[in-house]
């Protein structure tokens, strides 16, 4: 059964920072590429910062290059997201995702999501 346990979120003042965390467990953690995304209200769902298998390549938004870091622990199963400079446009749930692709089939996975809110 595959399960996410996604902490860190929470509130924030403008220019702090956060760490959020999504440990999994039921797949090969190992095999797939990890993503966080994120949905204000009334946005549409959007793609944060991607990890690939072996952590060898990061991507990240525009909007969060140079503030936000992905990193993961294979070891642990675990898939991290370091936040700075927060700003109150970064407010949204935060999921946590797991994608393979093998072949023509893509297997994917979500977190249940964390609330991050930047306000003062």
């Known amino acids: 059964q595959v399960q996410f346990v996604e902490s860190g979120g929470g509130l924030v003042q403008p220019g702090g920072s956060l760490t959020l965390s999504c440990a999994a467990s039921?797949?090969?953690?190992?095999?797939?590429?990890m993503s966080w995304y994120r949905q204000a209200p009334g946005k549409e769902r959007e793609l944060v910062a991607t990890?690939?298998?072996?952590?060898?390549?990061?991507n990240y938004a525009d909007s969060v290059k140079g503030r936000f870091t992905i990193s993961r622990d294979n070891a642990k199963n675990t898939v991290y997201l370091q936040m700075n400079s927060l700003k109150p446009e970064d407010t949204a749930v935060y999921y946590c995702?797991?994608?393979?692709?093998?072949?023509?089939?893509?297997?994917?996975?979500w977190g249940q999501g964390t609330q991050v809110t930047v306000s003062s």
């Open positions: 995702n797991a994608r393979l692709d093998i072949a023509a089939t893509i297997i994917t996975y």
């Open positions: 039921g797949f090969t953690f190992a095999i797939y590429t």
């Open positions: 990890i690939t298998s072996t952590a060898g390549s990061t």
